[in-house]
T-cell receptor, first 114, second 114 residues
Framework: KQEVTQIPAALSVPEGENLVLNCSFTDSAIYNLQWFRQDPGKGLTSLLLIQSSQREQTSGRLNASLDKSSGRSTLYIAASQPGDSATYLC?????????????FGPGTRLSVLP | NAGVTQTPKFQVLKTGQSMTLQCAQDMNHNSMYWYRQDPGMGLRLIYY???????DKGEVPNGYNVSRLNKREFSLRLESAAPSQTSVYFCASSPTSGGGNEQFFGPGTRLTVL
């Protein structure tokens, strides 16, 4: 069964720092990996989607990489801002997983201090 | 486009009561999903519908039923609510159930069962 973990569980940084969030998954047989942002009391907003054949995706100050063989993805946030404060979730789409589609990690709660 | 919408946003039930959570999407997506989110557990898939007319169980289907009313709408029903079903419920959709597709989420329904 595919399992997804995220480290660290929480992170607090001063404004302007570059930071890396980590996502690990146990089975490398995936279709894709998706990073989401969740603000308190809100739904999930898709940030980046990386297909299994891709190594990375970029959107503005965000860059996500994928190393399928090692079961890892990183989300790099450049020049962090207080508005980046949120919980960041990663999810993988297993190739074969009866009864499941996307498998989510528990999230990393990010606080960017002014 | 409204994307994925959910009603109600908040609900309080007593043990044994029933209710239906509604979800609709206006993106002409074929596949729709219901998740629950609990602290420390991440998002877990309850049921999904790969296409209109089909539904399948996810990771945690017990105590729930679903109906894919048409291509736009996918409802989740709690027949006899239990305190263990206190959670935040998210509906999502994707173009198809095929591997490479991105998921889009609704704002969630916060349910408390007393």
């Amino acid at each position: 069964k595919q399992e997804v973990t995220q480290i660290p569980a929480a992170l607090s940084v001063p404004e302007g720092e570059n930071l890396v969030l980590n996502c690990s998954f146990t089975d490398s047989a995936i279709y894709n990996l998706q990073w989401f942002r969740q603000d308190p009391g809100k739904g999930l907003t898709s940030l980046l989607l990386i297909q299994s054949s891709q190594r990375e995706q970029t959107s503005g100050r965000l860059n996500a990489s994928l190393d399928k063989s090692s079961g890892r993805s990183t989300l790099y946030i450049a020049a962090s801002q207080p508005g980046d404060s949120a919980t960041y979730l990663c999810a993988v789409r297993p190739v074969i997983e009866f009864g499941q589609n996307f498998v989510f990690g528990p999230g990393t709660r990010l606080s960017v201090l002014p | 486009n409204a994307g994925v919408t959910q009603t109600p946003k908040f609900q309080v039930l007593k043990t044994g009561q029933s209710m239906t959570l509604q979800c609709a999407q206006d993106m002409n997506h074929n596949s729709m999903y219901w998740y629950r989110q609990d602290p420390g557990m991440g998002l877990r898939l309850i049921y999904y519908s790969a296409s209109e007319g089909t539904t399948d169980k996810g990771e945690v289907p017990n105590g729930y039923n679903v109906s894919r009313l048409n291509k736009r709408e996918f409802s989740l029903r709690l027949e006899s609510a239990a305190p263990s079903q206190t959670s935040v419920y998210f509906c999502a959709s994707s173009p198809t159930s095929g591997g490479g597709n991105e998921q889009f989420f609704g704002p969630g329904t916060r349910l408390t069962v007393l």
